[in-house]
């Protein structure tokens, strides 16, 4: 059974960095799209970036271009979401996703990870 848990989130003030973790298990991954996703209060949920396990390849929303980084780390089975330069809106719940054969855009992934909250103070 595929499992994804997401760790890291916590409170930062605007400005500062964090480094989302999102660890997987249950299956080899080197044919999924690892995405991430954040939900804000009130809002739908987003998507923020995705890397290819096998490949390395990754893209990233707009909004996030240039602060946000994704990697993965094969040894470790874990994929994650340096985020820097923090902004207020970037205050969420970020979630972890694995799909498929999905392209690094999609957001019909196939598994979700419990996420993890992201606060961001002035």
């Known amino acids: 059974q595929v499992q994804l848990v997401e760790s890291g989130g916590g409170l930062v003030q605007a400005g500062g960095s964090l480094r989302l973790s999102c660890a997987a298990s249950?299956?080899?991954?080197?044919?999924?799209?690892m995405g991430w996703f954040r939900q804000a209060p009130g809002k739908e949920r987003e998507f923020v970036g995705s890397?290819?396990?096998?490949?390395?390849?990754?893209a990233y929303a707009d909004s996030v271009k240039g602060r946000f980084t994704i990697s993965r780390d094969n040894d470790k089975n874990t994929v994650y979401l340096q985020m820097n330069s923090l902004k207020l809106e970037d205050t969420a719940v970020y979630y972890c996703?694995?799909?498929?054969?999905?392209?690094?855009?999609?957001?019909?992934?196939?598994?979700w990870g419990k996420g993890t909250l992201v606060t961001v103070s002035s």
């Open positions: 996703a694995a799909g498929i054969y999905k392209s690094l855009r999609s957001r019909s992934m196939d598994y």
């Open positions: 890397i290819l396990w096998s490949g390395g390849s990754n």
């Open positions: 249950g299956r080899a991954f080197s044919s999924y799209t």
